[in-house]
């Protein structure tokens, strides 16, 4: 039995495309935006799913804003934030909110590391170092996660007041992918052109 090359290639290309993805979690700044007449840094981690983070820890004065106000304060980013500014290759549409257990998870795996949160510059500051996520608990729904700065955890009433970090979702393919795509499709091509010749 002749195997035919060209399956063999499509075969072994998008088991590549397949398999391609961030070989490791890493934080760096890839621009700004302004939020509040101020520019904060947008700090990009290429996780799964790859995300962006607001440099901007809201805490604000007075009483400490319940779950329910962070969760609409993440909401509100989507037009609040206005003048991005991306670095070359980065320039991107993004949908904010408060982010899900896992991901203020990972990502205080990620900074805290280094004892200065880099690349953040206002993840720490403050008097009440615990944030909010949007993941509830399913248990009770009076119940929310956070994530202490220390490493602390856990579910806690929604009535308390704490910190939130903002993080926008996107889906965007390393360039690696779009060439083993287009390389996948152009042999797709080439093999359906061959079988219609003979």
Known sequence: MRINQGIVVLILTLLTVGFAGPAGASVKIIGTATY???????????????LVWLDFQHDPPGDRPVWSEQIIWGLS?????????????????????????????????????????????????GNWPYFWSSTENPLDNTEAWFHFLNGNYGFGPKTNGSNALAVAHL????????????????????????????
Not at 36 to 50: C, K, M, R, V
């Open 36 to 50: 509040d007449n101020q520019q904060y840094n947008l700090i990009y981690e290429d996780a799964d799913p790859f």
């Open 77 to 125: 980013l989507n037009t609040a934030l206005t003048n991005y500014n991306f670095d070359p290759g980065y320039n991107m549409a993004l949908s904010w909110g408060l982010p899900t257990k896992t991901e203020i998870e990972l990502l205080f795996t990620d900074i805290t590391a280094s004892n200065n949160y880099a690349p953040f510059t206002s993840v720490g500051g």
């Open 171 to 198: 889906v965007v393919p390393e360039p690696s992918t779009y060439l083993l795509l287009c390389l996948s499709l152009c042999v797709v091509g080439y093999t359906r052109r061959r079988l219609k010749v003979r």
